[in-house]
């Protein structure tokens, strides 16, 4: 099986500021991995994801680093704004299973 | 147009009853999931389908039946509803990507919250 999770429970973060998100996974085979935002009252969405044979993915504002050798990925957050105040989910997937992260809650400080 | 819709978006009800939340999703995905968000907003998969085909049962009562009549619709039916089935339920799809056990992007569903009382 796998098991995601994530190092900090809550991150705040001045505005304007980089936010970085740590998760680690424990199956060596997973070989894709998301990471998801999600907004009060609202469901999963999307940000970046990579696969395997990388080690960084870039976005818009968003990056992506994986480190195959210790099982970690994060996502870094460029010039935090209050729209990215959300829990953030890593997940990853193996053997036609996504499998997720306790979340960070991520709050933006004015 | 909503993606991937489910109703109810609310659902309260007492402990005992059977009740059911209905899913469907317009992207022609082969993949439909349910996923189950506790209090602490811990997201575990419950089941997924491929194609109609139950392709993965984790550790879920039996009381909770999934239901998939064609691929765009998975339904969650649940029996026998116990306080500690209150959870949002999120429902998903993706498209199989080509590696063997890739799951590709999954799109979720806006969740049904549920409330046993």
């Known amino acids: 099986g796998e098991s995601v999770g994530l190092h900090l429970p809550t991150l705040s973060v001045q505005e304007g500021d980089n936010s970085i998100i740590n998760c680690a996974y424990s199956n060596s085979a997973s070989d894709y991995f998301i990471w998801y935002k999600q907004e009060s009252g609202k469901g999963p969405q999307f940000i970046i994801d990579i696969r395997s044979n990388m080690d960084k993915r870039q976005g818009q504002r968003v990056t992506v680093l994986l480190n195959k050798t210790v099982k970690h990925l994060s996502l870094q957050i460029a010039a935090t704004q209050p729209g990215d105040s959300a829990v953030y989910f890593c997940?990853?997937?193996?053997?036609?299973?996504?499998?997720f992260g306790a979340g960070t809650t991520v709050t933006v400080r004015a | 147009d909503t993606a991937v819709s489910q109703t109810p978006k609310y659902l309260v009800t007492q402990m005992g009853n059977d009740k059911s939340i209905k899913c469907e999703q317009n992207?022609?995905?082969?993949?439909m999931y349910w996923y189950k968000q506790d209090s602490k907003k811990f997201l575990k998969i419950m089941f997924s389908y491929n194609n109609k085909e139950l392709i993965i049962n984790e550790t879920v009562p039996n009381r909770f039946s999934p239901k998939s009549p064609d691929k765009a619709h998975l339904n969650l039916h649940i029996n026998s509803l116990e306080l500690g089935d209150s959870a949002v339920y999120f429902c998903?799809?993706?498209?199989?990507?080509?590696?063997?056990?890739?799951?590709?992007?999954?799109?979720f569903g806006e969740g049904s919250r549920l409330t046993v009382l």
């Open positions: 992207l022609g995905h082969d993949t």
């Open positions: 998903a799809s993706s498209q199989t990507g080509t590696a063997p056990t890739d799951t590709g992007e999954l799109f």
């Open positions: 997940a990853a997937s193996n053997d036609y299973k996504l499998s």
